[in-house]
């Protein structure tokens, strides 16, 4: 089973709906992130977390917001989808240790497509 | 601001090609550089660079980090069709007792047989 898993793997959807995007870690890890992908602009933050009580907003939090329900879970909300939210969205997950040598660890991610 | 760059923006090669790839960096307190290696979806992880000068490898890659350039390279020998995909590097600087990762654009290198 892999780590890190998100659903859904593909959405689209129209202009003005809401969305939730979800992950699910088994790898007991702290910290989570939310980014996205789009074309010539690399992978962006949106949002992290540390633990359940501490949510912090990344470089481009407008237009989303996120729950971290439990250690394990982390979504991402679009509280009304825009056409410039269609991209590729990724969860990632460290730890304080494993961060500083291995990274963080990514989900498959979730293609959105917003019309 | 910070920022990281790539170059080049893609690369075609032939099998049995070496190619290099660059990453440099402006970061303030910048602490270490990450490449990753993403084929269909997600980026995995394949190097951590913090210390200058010395080399990393895994098998054909290689990426050595230089601080006095701000920059580090990303080197694969032998190139083969299993190394078709989109090479991300990115910086890491303390942030809330956090490492955040600032990504490059990425380097899409094709290989063909």
């Known amino acids: 089973d892999a780590d890190v898993t998100q659903t859904p793997r593909n959405r689209i959807t129209k202009t003005g709906k809401r969305i939730m995007l979800e992950c699910s870690q088994t790898k007991g890890h702290d910290r989570m992130y939310w980014y996205r992908q789009d074309p010539g602009l690399g992978l962006r933050l949106i949002y992290y977390s540390f633990d359940v009580k501490d949510i912090n907003k990344g470089e481009i939090s407008d237009g989303y917001s996120v729950s971290r329900q439990a250690q394990a879970k982390f979504s991402l909300s679009l509280e009304s989808a825009i056409p410039n939210q269609t991209a590729l969205y990724f969860c990632a997950t460290s730890e304080p240790t494993s961060g500083r040598t291995q990274g963080q660890f990514f989900g498959p991610g979730t293609r959105l497509t917003v019309l | 601001e910070d920022k990281v760059v790539q170059s080049p923006l893609s690369l075609v090669v032939h099998e049995g090609d070496t190619v290099t790839l660059n990453c440099s960096y402006e970061v303030t307190n910048f602490r270490s550089l990450l490449w990753y290696k993403q084929e269909k979806k997600a980026p995995t992880f394949l190097f951590m660079l913090?210390?200058?000068?010395i080399e990393k490898k895994s098998g054909r890659l290689s990426s050595i980090l230089d601080k006095k350039e701000l920059s580090s390279i990303l080197n694969i020998t032998a190139t083969q069709t299993g190394d078709s995909a989109i090479y991300l590097c990115a910086a890491t600087h303390p942030s809330y007792n956090t490492d955040k990762l600032i990504f490059g654009t990425g380097t899409r290198l094709q290989v063909f047989p």
């Open positions: 913090t210390s200058s000068g």
